[in-house]
């Protein structure tokens, strides 16, 4: 352990980190098995609370709800299956409809946490990083369109103000502050098109188009990198080939069936239930060697302080 | 269009485009406008990156430039939470990291604060003493730049007039007064000295002036006091009482108990650093801000009892920073229609630009429109938030001549500005504020003699020797009235 760098799951490499989330929420997406959405749903929750610790109730909340309502929905238009538990306006509400809800409300709910946690490590400059892989110019237009979207804005509100310091707006009611909005938004329109022509020149003038793009970033592939990336790859395979080999097949209609449970099914799952909890391995880990570290780095940092004038 | 224009002896037009894009260097007027992506140090690869370059040059190249520039500190931020002038050292070491060898900078510091600006000229002296790299800079900010310079060329209707070492080009501008006025202060006392200084070096620096100062006696170290003393007015226009502003409630405060009071009819600058809480002050003296503490009063009347954007008709407007914010039209005269202004109404011509583009015009042309646009509101108050930004010295002096007969027919000016200069030859008041409140207010005479930093290139040429001269006039007369030391006894300290 000597010598490798302490990292929390979202220092790795952008595009270890993207892979690992492909393989995270393809798998949970394509088989449709409740094993699979439920212990992707679990990790999910456990890497948000190991990253937000109880802040983000209102996340919790919205996706509490949202959870309810897909669930409650289905058997209420579905009416397919064969065991009927209760007739409502003549029509039948079936126990296969109520569990098909449900393993979609587990299944969506559970990606709707991954896709949070992903928004939350994954900066614009690992974003770029990653489309840089793709494409080096995709990169660049996502660049400028992230600098552009909130320069947009900033300057609406800059013409607004001018505006209604001139006089613009001649009264305090709906149909003139829309009358006002459609000027400064004609206004900012030729704005961005004169603004445009000075980014252009910039861009020509720094050699924009004159060979292949080459892609800049910050980020280096260590040795740790590798042995993650080659960690996520192995548990995805484990789980995807016993999901290919029928291992988790699962349907409600017309009633519920699943596969035969055999070793496949429980390796693959023990795979799946791996991949999920690796962020929170790894983030437990890292805390863990830096609390170790913690009395050295104090120790160092009190003579200097006692030097300060 | 003819002509021919050669880069080391090769018709630029032959140059490949790798090659004009490495050697040839171009920075321009607008700091954001250049920005091409969101963060810092994607912009500094950008150039590196399109010409295929491997990612550990441009890593080094990076690394190299901006320490060098010492920017390495904004790294990682976001291009857009930068200010003007961290803007612009970014897009010149956008350009450094190419390794030009010949640099265009297009009015590099026309949008920054003093203080930018200087950094902005002394990271460009030192590629050019330090590294000897050739720089073509057009530029009308000039009290640093000319005596950086070892060339001056001055251009006129399209056409190159003067070209030579500046003391001499100097020298030659004695007969034309619009573009004298442009050039270092030191420059334009020894010009309005003249005769008494022929045969010595045009002096360009504020030290240069003071050394020519002190070839002058000091006897008389004041200007006759001609009996006038300024009176403000008894009727206020726009009264501050504590007023306080924070964007969130978790932010710190920008504004901290403002407290000013300008009467009718008086010009009132406003003169501070950045971040000061200048243009907030201003911002919430035009209702765009709600204070969350603190009394405004508008002709006696307080803010609120401005209804249904009352204050705004007759009453008080507002001019913005970036003029380009005000135009709605594609011609001057469909802006001045719309505004419902004649343009013989103007107290200044505009008749040579109303069929133009608004944005087409130049940066004083600009001004002058969008001061049509607002003045068609009839305004009671003028609120201008840094009207010389941008501007050359001629353009300026315009602009201080539009805003004095604002003056003589009524109207309260209040002038947010960077520019010493500008407020010295202007203001009937001055007030500098700092961390969020008026620190001191005065007229230009009690306000800048007795400042050492923020003051104008006349009090530091003239300081010691004599007293209260804050233009370059004035401190010309007091040594005319002195006369210069007898010969054997000069270079005295």
């Known amino acids: 352990m000597e010598g490798r760098r302490v990292r929390s799951f979202s220092e790795y490499d952008p595009a270890v980190t993207a892979v690992y989330f492909a393989a995270v929420m393809g798998l949970a997406m394509f088989s449709n098995s409740p094993a699979i959405t439920l212990l992707s749903l679990c990790g999910a929750l456990l890497y948000f609370f190991s990253l937000n610790g109880t802040s983000g109730g209102r996340f919790h909340l919205f996706a ?21 538990l209760l007739v409502v306006n003549d029509r039948p509400i079936t126990l296969e409809a109520l569990i098909y809800g449900l393993c979609s409300s587990v299944l969506i709910t559970g990606t709707l ?45 800059k013409i607004n103000n001018a505006q209604r310091a001139m006089g613009l707006y001649r009264e305090d009611n709906a149909i003139d502050g829309a009358r006002g909005s459609l000027r400064v938004f004609s206004v900012l ?70 596969a035969e449970r055999d070793w496949r099914t429980y390796t693959g799952a023990a795979a799946y239930g791996l991949l999920v909890l690796l962020p929170v391995i790894i983030d437990m880990e890292a805390r863990i060697r830096w609390s170790l570290l913690k009395p050295t780095g104090l120790a160092l940092s009190i003579p200097e302080r006692k030097n300060m004038p | ?63 190299e430039t901006a320490s060098w520039l010492g920017i390495g500190e904004l790294y990682d931020r976001s291009a ?43 990271a460009v002296g030192r590629l050019n003493r330090e590294h000897g790299m ?144 200048k243009t907030t ?48 039209r594609n011609t001057v005269r469909e802006e001045l229609d719309d505004a419902g202004i004649k343009p013989e109404e103007l107290p200044f011509d505009l008749t040579g630009l109303l069929d133009m583009h608004p944005y087409d015009l130049s940066g004083g042309e600009q001004q002058l429109a969008a001061l049509a646009k607002v003045l068609a509101q009839k305004p009671g108050i003028l609120l ?3 009207p010389t930004k941008g501007l050359d010295a001629a353009a300026k002096l315009r602009i201080s001549g539009v805003i004095r007969d604002l003056k003589k027919s009524g109207m309260t000016v209040i002038a947010v500005t960077h520019d010493v200069e500008f407020a010295a030859g202007l203001a009937d008041r001055c007030a500098l504020f700092f961390a969020g409140e008026a620190v001191f207010s005065g007229t230009p005479h009690e306000f800048f003699p007795e400042n050492s930093f923020y003051t104008t290139a006349a009090v530091r040429i003239t300081r010691g020797q004599f007293t209260g001269a804050v233009t370059v006039d004035e401190a010309a007369e007091l040594c005319r009235i002195n006369g210069l030391k007898a010969a054997g006894n000069g270079g005295g300290a």
Not at chain 1, 68 to 78: D, G, R
Not at chain 2, 2 to 14: I, L
Not at chain 2, 141 to 165: K, N, T
Not at chain 2, 191 to 220: K, Q, W
Request: proline share 5%; net charge neutral.
């Open chain 2, 134 to 277: 050739t720089i073509l800079m057009v530029e009308h900010r000039l009290e640093e730049a000319v005596p950086m310079c070892s060339r001056l060329m001055v251009m006129d209707g399209g056409r190159l007039i003067y070209s030579g070492e500046p003391g001499s080009v100097i020298r030659q501008l004695g007969s034309r007064p619009e573009i004298m006025c442009g050039m270092p202060a030191a420059a334009r006392l020894s010009a309005v000295l003249g005769s008494d200084t022929d045969n010595a070096p045009v002096p360009l620096t504020v030290r240069e002036g003071r050394e020519l100062v002190g070839r002058y006696r000091n006897d008389v170290k004041k200007l006759p006091d001609n009996g006038y003393s300024y009176q403000i007015p008894d009727t206020p226009a726009l009264e501050m009482k504590d007023v306080y502003f924070r964007y969130s409630r978790s932010s710190p405060d920008v504004l901290r108990g403002v407290g000013l009071s300008v009467g009718v009819g008086e010009i009132f600058c406003i003169l501070g650093g950045n971040g000061s809480g």
């Open chain 1, 64 to 84: 509490f709800l949202l959870f309810i309502i897909l669930a409650a929905v289905n058997p209420l238009v579905s009416h397919n299956g064969t065991t009927v």
């Open chain 1, 113 to 157: 946490y991954w896709l949070r946690c992903f928004t939350q490590i994954m900066t614009t400059d690992k974003l770029l990083r990653v489309t840089g892989f793709l494409s080096p110019k995709l990169s660049l237009v996502l660049s400028m369109a992230v600098r552009f979207v909130p320069l947009f804005g900033r300057q609406w509100q």
């Open chain 1, 189 to 258: 329109v030729t704005w961005a098109l004169e603004n445009g022509i000075t980014t252009a020149d910039s861009m020509e003038a720094r050699g924009c188009g004159v060979s292949r793009r080459t892609s800049f970033h910050k980020f280096r592939l260590r040795h740790g990198d590798y042995i993650l990336l080659a960690a996520e790859l192995i548990l995805f395979a484990g789980a995807a080939s016993a999901a290919a080999a029928g291992a988790f097949d699962f349907s409600c209609y017309p009633s519920v069936t699943m």
């Open chain 2, 1 to 63: 269009m003819s002509g021919s224009v050669y880069y080391c002896g090769r018709p630029v037009a032959e140059l490949s485009g790798r090659e004009s894009a490495a050697a040839i260097g171009y920075v321009m007027q607008n700091p954001e406008q250049q920005i091409v992506t969101d963060k810092v140090w994607h912009e500094l690869a950008f150039g590196l990156e399109n010409l295929g370059t491997p990612r550990d040059v441009i890593a080094r190249r990076i690394a």
């Open chain 2, 384 to 386: 201008l938030d840094e």
């Open chain 2, 281 to 328: 002050t201003l911002m919430a003296a035009a209702g765009l801000i709600k204070p969350y503490s603190g009394v405004i009063r508008v002709f006696g009347r307080k803010l609120k009892e401005y209804k249904n954007q009352s204050l705004y008709r007759n009453c008080l407007a507002m001019l913005p920073q970036d003029v380009q914010t005000v135009f709605l």
């Open chain 2, 80 to 122: 857009a939470e930068l200010s003007g002038g961290q803007k612009q050292l970014v897009n010149l070491a956008a350009v450094l990291v190419m390794q030009p060898e010949l640099l265009i900078l297009d009015e590099p510091t026309a949008q920054l604060d003093p203080i930018a600006a200087s950094g902005f000229m002394n």
